[in-house]
């Protein structure tokens, strides 16, 4: 029997990943689908993945599921993504008390349905003292959270403004550095994800698309990170 006072959770090198989660509408395409069809099928991934993040040690993830550009789809599938994400929060709320993981929206709020802005509230203030960071960044995007950090800095009337005190600001306060960001869907470039956070993290880029992607390729994708050297613009 396993001793559970010694047993010790595992650790990770990656203390923070963070996912970009494209190609949803591609996979979806390429079976004649609906794109809608694709984001649900992304959606059933992305919880394989957190889970599987933090089975390996990792303290916090965060996911990008929608981005403040990300309106200018069509509303059908706007609808379908607001939906999934409804879905989601209630699956969260009912498995609360099984998992270790608080849940905390990046991004602004102000867009989201009443209904689905009190779901997401309330599933933050009821997982708000579990261990394992979840950042599901929704309405987030990058420019958009600087001007949020600043705006409070202002309005707390700070003047001498640090690095630190950006990062204090930032959605993302409560979680560690950033080490490694992963984008599926082929695409090189970061869409307004994390600008300030990824200054140094290591960024992994693959061909998979979201719902193709697998804990073999999440493996393989640690292991990479474990073999790059991180200098911060020092000298090894
Ligand atoms: C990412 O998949 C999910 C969201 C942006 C909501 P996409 O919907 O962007 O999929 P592709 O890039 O069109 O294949
Ligand atoms: C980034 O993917 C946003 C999410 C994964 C939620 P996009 O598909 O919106 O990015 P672009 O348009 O290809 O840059
Ligand atoms: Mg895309």
Known sequence: MQDTKTAKAPTSPVRHIAFIMDGNGRWAKRRGLPRQKGH???????????RACFARGIEAVTVYAFSTENWSRPEAEVNAIMKL?????????????????????IGSK???????????????EKSKHKTHILNIAFNYGGRDELVYAFRQLAAEGKT????????AHLYT????????????????????????????????FTKTLWPDFSEEELDKALSEFGARERRFGGVQ
Do not use: C, H
Not at 99 to 105: E, K, L, S, T, Y
Not at 160 to 167: L, Y
């Open 40 to 50: 649900a099928e992304g959606a059933k991934v992305f919880d394989t993945i957190v």
């Open 110 to 124: 102000d867009r989201l349905s009443p209904a689905l802005r009190k779901k997401a509230e309330a599933v933050e």
């Open 173 to 204: 306060a409560a979680s560690p550095a950033l080490d490694l960001v992963v984008r599926t869907g082929g695409d090189i470039r970061i869409s307004n994800f994390l600008i300030w956070q990824s200054a140094y993290a290591e960024y992994y």
């Open 160 to 167: 001498d403004i640090t690095e630190d005190d950006i990062s």
């Open 85 to 105: 994400m409804g879905q989601y929060l209630r699956y969260a709320e009912k498995t609360l008390a099984d998992n270790d993981i608080r849940i905390i929206f």
